[in-house]
């Protein structure tokens, strides 16, 4: 049986991928050791071995479909393989990123809850649309719901282009999503906040009010009882972000394009609606991943998805053979 090969400029366009992220999390991993020490946070040495323990799991659990796909299914092995990588490092950077969230909670710039308040007083306020959504019941569900439909859609994101046939949209995705964590993060470590509960004075959610009492305890330099809680960031939005990346990589996909559209819009709209962001975390959300796109695109070579319509529009078009 022939195996199928990429052509030529995917294959580069893979490898140089390959490359930056590997480039990435090592220096993830130095980040998290050097900074740790900075903080005296002390869970890196748990999250190392994580990596690995999850890593290898990974690799174990996909070892049988790669043998298949090599034996039998030949023209699948590539699509294997490349959800394999895939899944490998979103474990690696998640579990990565996760100690730097509460490192940078750890730093001791002052909350700056108020002047994001105050920012928002001039457009709109958060707690007006809350207290608005009280008599609204349905509306209050359904923004509810879009707010938690973020993580099926980023993961729907990460595999499905890849199962279409394209996994450049997933590797863009990949790797602009790290970017936009480090800069998410390092606005978090400058200008923390809790969320516009803590000044707009309406009534938090159980979730929210363990956050605000988790954060304050970090920022006093206490260590607070239980479990790290994870989502403590509120400026900028990365609900935000993902949503937007998320719609980007499945924008190849036409039939998914009104659903993605209308479903990314709804969550950006429900992180203000269900009381977790100000106005203007939402709009450095999109700043941060307006920023990342582009150096994700530049680093990668990938061309706007504007231009590559009219390519895929193309009966005639073949990867690898000339138009």
């Not at 279409?164 to 400058?190: E, K, N």
Request: proline share 6%; aromatic share 8%; net charge positive.
């Amino acid at each position: 049986m022939r195996q199928t090969r990429m052509p030529a400029n995917q294959q580069d366009e893979s490898r140089k991928f390959h490359m930056l992220m590997g480039a990435t999390v090592a220096l993830l991993t130095l980040a998290d050791l050097l900074l740790a020490r900075v903080v005296h946070y002390s869970g890196v040495a748990s999250t190392i071995i994580s990596i690995l323990v999850a890593l290898a799991s990974v690799a174990i659990a996909a070892l049988p479909l790669l043998v298949i796909c090599w034996e039998w299914r030949r023209k699948w092995f590539r699509t294997s393989l490349d959800l394999l990588t895939t899944a490998a490092w979103v474990l690696a950077v998640w579990i990565l990123i996760a100690p730097l969230v509460q490192i940078a909670a750890r730093s001791p710039a002052p909350l700056v809850d108020a002047t994001l308040a105050q920012i928002d007083s001039g457009t709109i306020q958060t707690v007006r649309v809350v207290r608005w959504l009280q008599d609204f019941p349905c509306l209050r569900t359904a923004s509810q719901a879009a707010y938690k439909s973020l993580w099926p859609l980023a993961i729907t994101a990460l595999f499905l282009p890849t199962l279409c046939g394209d996994a450049r949209d997933v590797r863009h995705f990949l790797f602009a999503a790290t970017i936009s964590l480090l800069l998410t993060l390092g606005c978090f470590a400058l200008w923390p906040a809790i969320g516009p509960w803590t000044i707009e004075a309406f009534k938090p959610g159980k979730m929210q009010a363990q956050i605000g009492t988790y954060l304050l305890s970090l920022k006093s330099q206490a260590v607070p009882d239980g479990k790290e809680l994870a989502g403590i960031v509120a400026f900028p939005s990365f609900h935000v972000i993902l949503a937007i990346l998320s719609t980007r990589a499945l924008w190849g996909i036409g039939k998914l394009r009104p659903f993605c559209a209308a479903l990314c819009l709804a969550i950006c709209i429900s992180t203000v609606a269900t009381g977790w962001h100000y106005v203007i975390d939402v709009l450095a959300g999109i700043a941060v991943v307006t920023s990342s796109q582009m150096l994700a695109s530049w680093a990668l070579q990938t061309p706007p998805r504007v231009a590559l319509l009219p390519v895929c529009r193309n009966p005639a078009f073949t990867p690898g053979r000339a138009v």
